[in-house]
């Protein structure tokens, strides 16, 4: 299955920004289909926004307008941006691959197996 590394969380301010990344392993990000997921205590891991190959993205309820999904072609990377954070946002953030028809036609972003990295934690405190 394919890797991913996950950075830049860390702790920010209710209403502050933040910016992750998704490093890929071994293929061509503009190839396939990422999308972002999070996990608080307690909780179900829930998706958050994912992109598909030709650039069109799906964000969660929770999410949309205030997250920001995107991808560099050149390097193997796609970003998040947080902005307008709230507590509830408050999670263990990861990056799979995840299917580009259930994206495309349907809303959703669903997980390709269940290969999970260790993800890049993001506290929302004051």
């Known amino acids: 299955q394919l890797q991913f590394v996950e950075s830049g969380g860390g702790l920010v301010q209710p209403g502050g920004s933040l910016g992750l990344s998704c490093e890929a392993s071994g293929f061509a990000i503009r190839d396939y289909s990422i999308g972002w997921f999070r996990q608080a205590p307690g909780k179900e891991r829930e998706e958050v926004a994912c992109i598909v190959s030709d650039g069109g993205t799906v964000y969660a309820s929770s999410v949309k307008g205030r997250f920001t999904i995107s991808r560099d072609n050149v390097k193997t990377t796609v970003y998040l941006r947080l902005a307008t954070l709230l507590p509830d946002d408050t999670a263990i953030y990861h990056c799979?691959?995840?299917?580009?028809?259930?994206?495309?036609?349907?809303?959703?972003?669903?997980?390709?197996?269940?290969?999970w990295g260790q993800g890049t934690q993001v506290t929302v405190s004051s």
């Open positions: 799979a691959q995840v299917n580009p028809i259930r994206a495309i036609t349907s809303n959703k972003c669903v997980p390709i197996g269940d290969n």
